[in-house]
């Protein structure tokens, strides 16, 4: 308890003017003391000096709800779902999204053996951005062809049912050789074969077709119409072509295939430790920069993941070496 001596005393030359009011300051001295007092005791409470160290019962519980938050802040948060990416969705303003088909994606069983000894396999589907089943919607424009030949480099042809593919759906050649079913809203279809590559500014899912492929959907006047298209397995009378490009030797070679039926997605050479996938240009030739397997069997794969193994086959540029293979209908 605080002392009186704590209270402030008048001056002696102010008694006089004190005394008539003596009795009404000293009740409110007394109330202020009283609080003062009060204070004090609440100050200097022993529990109070607990709460401050965090040891006291009274106020240990306030002083761990902090923590209790901090916990639940530290805590992992659960992740957001993210939309599936197992399938790629196609581009909107130039395709469906209609699935491929099952029989573009089942494996199928190995086919017999071809008259010439050459193996047929089947291995997993390897379609790239064209794939069966697949319904894709772009705009067709027309161009003069020429000679009929383009950037595959399948050479001057008299063929004029062609088209050029899109850079993106071109894919560095692997669109080349495929058969395309194309439809104008007016409901007329017409197939081409891809045999060239249309750059910007054809969009994905444009095709620039032969002018005279496109006047059997509309007169070229119209210059530019809104088409469906979709990949094709046809019926064909050729088989499988091999050429070594020009300039090729036992030491550097480019090779192509002719004349498949379906996309071609791999092709590979025989060496001393396996199969080696060549890579492929725009121009559609393999390369095998060191001559690693030229003159030797070459493997060609396609998108729906058949096999055909051609024997080995000298190494003559630019000459067309046929052979009795050829890739099965879907």
């Known amino acids: ?6 209270r402030r005393r008048p001056r002696p030359d ?31 409470r022993p529990g109070d000096a607990a709460g401050a160290t965090g040891q006291g019962g009274a106020v240990s519980a306030p002083a761990s709800a902090p923590a209790a938050v901090t916990s639940a802040a530290a805590a992992p948060k ?27 994606t089942a494996s199928r069983t190995p086919a017999h053996t071809a008259a010439n000894g050459t193996a047929r396999t089947t291995t997993a589907p390897a379609a790239g951005r064209i794939r069966p089943g697949t319904a894709y919607r ?7 062809v020429g000679n009929g030949d383009g950037a595959c480099s399948y050479g001057p042809t008299s063929d004029v049912m062609t088209a050029a593919m899109n850079t993106a759906d071109y894919e560095t050649a692997k669109a080349c050789g495929a058969y395309v079913s194309v439809r104008a809203a007016s409901g007329t279809a ?12 054809c969009a994905a899912g444009q095709l620039d077709l032969s002018r005279q492929a496109f006047a059997k959907l509309a007169p070229l006047s119209a210059g530019r119409i809104a088409i469906t298209w979709n ?6 009378s050729d088989t499988v072509s091999i050429r070594y490009k020009t300039g090729s030797t036992q030491y550097w070679c480019g090779i ?4 498949h039926r379906n996309p071609l997605a791999r092709l590979e050479v025989r060496t001393g430790g396996g199969w080696l996938a060549l890579t492929r240009t725009g121009y559609n030739y393999f390369l095998s920069e060191q001559g690693t397997g030229c003159g030797g069997e070459i493997r060609l794969t396609d998108i729906y993941g058949e096999q055909l193994t051609v024997p080995a086959l000298a190494v003559r540029p630019d000459a067309v070496q046929q052979t009795t293979l050829q890739f099965a209908r879907h």
Not at 231 to 236: C, E, G, H, K, Q
Not at 256 to 259: H, L, P
């Open 14 to 44: 102010q008694d006089f003017q004190w005394r008539p009011v003596r009795g009404p300051l000293l009740a409110v001295a007394a109330v202020a003391a009283v609080a003062l007092v009060v204070t004090l005791v609440v100050a200097f």
């Open 256 to 259: 192509q295939a002719i004349g």
């Open 190 to 201: 017409i197939t081409v074969r891809i045999t060239n590559e249309c750059p910007a500014p």
């Open 1 to 6: 308890m605080a002392s009186s001596s704590h």
């Open 138 to 144: 772009g705009v067709a424009t027309s161009y003069d």
């Open 78 to 104: 659960e992740p957001s779902p993210k939309p599936s990416t197992a399938s790629p969705a196609p581009t909107t303003s130039s395709r469906t999204t209609a699935s491929p088909s099952p029989s573009a």
């Open 231 to 236: 990949l094709l397995s046809p019926a064909v």
